[in-house]
Structure formats: C-alpha cells, structure tokens
C-alpha cells in the first residue's frame, strides 16, 4: 500500500512537473511573440518616420548625394538672385558688342569674362552664406545656357566660327532642358553639373575668349577650336544618362 501510495505521488508529481514545463513553454511562446510583435510595430513606425522624412525633403540632389533641406524658400530676393539676374541683362549688351567686332573686341572679352566669373561668384556666395533658393537653382543653370548659346550664335554671325558650332549647343540645351524637365517630373530629381560638365564650360570659355581676343583670321582652328569644349560636352551627357540610368535600376 505505501509503495503503491508513493508511486501515485510520484506519478502526480511528474505530471505537475509536466504540465509546469508546458506552461513554461507556452508562456515563452507567448513572450517571444510578444517582443516579435513589439520588434514588428517599431520597425514599421521607423520606416513610416523614414519616409515621411524623405517626402519633406523635397527634390533630391541626385550627384550631390545629398538631400535639400525642407526649410530652403523657393525665391528669395537675396545678393546671389541679384548677381544671376544681372548677369542674364548683361548678355544683351554683350550679343550687342559681339555684332560689331572687333570694335569692341576687348570690351565684349571682359564682360564676357565677367558674366562666366560672376556665375561662379553667385554660387559661392549661395553656398557659403545659406543663401540657396529654389528659383537659384532653376535660374542660374537657365542663364548660363542662355549665355553660351547667344555667345556662339553671335560668333557665328561674324563668321569666327563656322554654323554647326551654334547649332549643336542649340540642340544640346534643348536637350538637356527637356531630360531635366523629365527627370524632375517623375522622379523629382534635379540634375546638377558634374565634373566633366564644370570642365565643358571651362573649355568653352576658353575657346570663346580665344576667338573674341584673337584679331585675326583664325584659318583651320575655326573649325577646332570648340572641339575640346564639345567633346567634354557629349562626355558629360554621357555620364549623367548613365549614372541616372544605373541609379534607377538599382532603386
């Protein structure tokens, strides 16, 4: 009798033991679900605040690698504004002194000098001071195209330089304004100059200063002297097409 009393005690408490080691476990099931689903819920509240982050952000930078701040006003009649501005009436008077060259050979070199120097002025000033706009970003680009399409046409109008030269910036720019348009529709990307498009306008300012200075006939150079700039020119396209191309697949 007391062994079959003592193996029912045992057998009771084997079953307790049991039953404590399953509810043990069900309760750890019951913790681990628990931080999963607290895991889970934090995870998707930082995902939202990500991406709410990233629409105030407004347009990105695409080749600065960094995003604009939300706070920065679209127009803002500041000192880099007033330099653009100046510098998009400048180039009146300076298509005006072009057409009577050499009259105003060297005049028409240093304001031409100026308006390239002032552009880079006007972003500094920008940069350095907090002074960046969203109408800067949008005008400044559109004067400097303005700028080099006038100073080739105009060039080519007293035969320094032969047709072909104006005609493709022309087509350049026309492209170039409607892939940015394109791109800042869909994708809300403004498209900013690398270094191989800083180097175009470095070697287009060099050509034109050159052809503006030199009096004389310039002869076969007529024809080569805008190459560098040019060839720069398609290999900056080329870069930004396929950089933005790359970066799409990717997302």
């Known amino acids: 009798m007391s062994k079959?009393?003592?193996?029912?005690?045992d057998h009771d408490q084997k079953r307790g033991l049991y039953s404590d080691m399953r509810e043990g476990m069900y309760n750890r099931d019951e913790i681990l679900t628990t931080k999963?689903?607290?895991?889970?819920?934090?995870?998707?509240?930082?995902?939202?605040?990500?991406?709410?982050?990233?629409?105030?952000?407004?347009?990105r930078d695409?080749?600065?690698?960094?995003?604009?701040?939300?706070?920065?006003?679209?127009?803002?009649?500041?000192v880099p504004n007033v330099i653009t501005f100046i510098r998009f009436v400048a180039i009146v008077p300076l298509a005006a002194m072009i057409s009577k060259w050499p009259a105003y050979r060297m005049t028409s070199f240093v304001l031409f000098l100026a308006i390239w120097m002032t552009d880079l002025l006007d972003g500094w000033i920008a940069r350095t001071f907090n002074m960046i706009t969203g109408f800067g970003k949008l005008f400044d680009p559109f004067v400097d195209k303005v700028f080099q399409v006038v100073t080739v046409i105009m060039l080519s109008s007293i035969d320094r330089i032969p047709i072909w030269v104006p005609l493709y910036y022309v087509?350049?720019?026309?492209?170039?304004?409607?892939?940015?348009?394109?791109?800042?529709?869909?994708?809300?990307?403004?498209?900013?100059?690398?270094?191989?498009?800083?180097?175009?306008?470095?070697?287009?300012?060099?050509?034109?200063?050159?052809?503006?200075?030199?009096?004389?006939?310039?002869?076969?150079?007529?024809?080569?002297?805008?190459?560098?700039?040019?060839?720069t020119s398609l290999i900056a396209m080329a870069h930004y097409a396929i950089k933005h191309t790359s970066k799409k697949n990717k997302e």
């Not at 079959?4 to 005690?9: A, K, L, T």
Request: proline share 6%; charged share 20%; no cysteine.
């Open 4 to 9: 079959n009393g003592s193996s029912i005690r």
């Open 36 to 59: 999963n689903a607290l895991s889970l819920s934090h995870q998707s509240k930082n995902d939202r605040q990500n991406k709410d982050h990233t629409s105030e952000a407004g347009i």
């Open 62 to 78: 695409e080749y600065k690698g960094q995003e604009p701040r939300p706070h920065v006003p679209f127009f803002k009649l500041n």
């Open 171 to 231: 087509f350049r720019e026309l492209l170039m304004i409607f892939g940015s348009t394109l791109l800042l529709a869909r994708s809300r990307v403004v498209v900013y100059s690398d270094i191989f498009g800083k180097l175009s306008t470095f070697l287009f300012v060099v050509a034109a200063s050159l052809v503006l200075l030199i009096p004389e006939p310039l002869g076969i150079f007529r024809n080569l002297i805008f190459l560098p700039a040019i060839i």
